[in-house]
């Protein structure tokens, strides 16, 4: 085939809104590495770090858009997290493929009139079990999975009331907005499926003292880390879904 002629490889957006601690980043790579290396081939992938002021573009330039964790808040309401927020309605209403994770995931129930705060509870740190609703048995991106599957989870906000749009798909015992969707091709997940155990473990390591004074026990937290073979899947099935877009 004439290379003019040549299939364009679908063009993924990673939204960066934030980077790791910077221990783990020596060790392990920053968040947008951790996502490149689970969506595997197949897309023309670009990094956009938002919270250091880089701008996304038209949302039309992109097949697909993916947003990372972040250790800022989305409550904090910062300027760069705002612009993010329309940014990322505007590509939901053009039906652009779109995976929020953690901090991804409250900025889309925000952006859509969603309540974001800190949970009742504190923090949620650790690997833990996630069951779907009914609602996920249909779901393009979640239908595939188990309805209880094992996730890598660290967060302290969390969406406090989903948007009145949005279709809700996961939970856990602490967590009761695990997944949603918004419309047709949006998701936002609350776990971290880019997460590997060692990322797991080097993330719980950096938060013992904090854990111990929540009265949590981090080093049985630590322990009890496991894989996460179905949440990470979900990063290559959404990367399908946007390739066949």
């Known amino acids: 085939m004439p290379k003019s002629q040549a299939p364009s490889i679908p063009r993924l957006a990673i939204v960066k809104t934030g ?7 020596a ?5 947008d590495h ?8 197949g897309l023309d992938i670009s990094v956009v770090n938002v919270a250091a002021g880089e701008s996304p573009g038209h949302p039309e330039q992109w097949d697909g858009i993916l ?6 808040m989305v409550s904090e309401g910062a300027d760069w997290s705002e612009r993010t927020a329309l940014w990322l309605a505007s590509a939901v209403n053009l039906q652009i493929p779109l995976l929020g994770v953690c901090y991804g995931h409250q900025l889309l129930a925000h952006a859509f009139g969603g309540d974001v705060g800190y949970h009742p ?19 393009p991106l979640l239908g595939q999975m188990p309805i209880q599957f094992q996730a890598q989870l660290t967060h302290r906000q969390s969406v406090l009331r989903l948007p009145e749009s949005a279709v809700l798909l996961a939970k856990n015992e602490f967590e009761p907005h695990q997944a949603f969707r918004i419309g047709h ?14 990322i797991m473990k080097a993330y719980l390591d950096v938060q013992s003292p ?8 981090a080093s049985a937290l630590i322990s009890s880390v496991a ?3 179905e949440a990470t899947g979900l990063l290559k099935r959404f990367a399908e879904l946007v390739q066949n877009r």
């Open 34 to 41: 951790w996502f490149v290396r689970e969506l595997g081939e």
């Open 27 to 31: 060790k392990f790579g920053d968040f």
């Open 19 to 25: 980077s790791t601690y910077p221990s783990i980043k």
């Open 210 to 217: 904090d854990l111990e004074t929540e009265n949590q026990d």
């Open 67 to 72: 947003v990372t964790g972040s250790p800022a």
């Open 185 to 198: 091709c949006a998701w936002g997940v609350q776990f971290h499926p880019e997460f590997t155990p060692e």
């Open 227 to 229: 894989d996460t073979p």
């Open 121 to 139: 509870q504190g923090r949620e740190s650790g690997t833990f079990g996630v069951k779907l609703f009914d609602s996920a048995k249909t779901d």
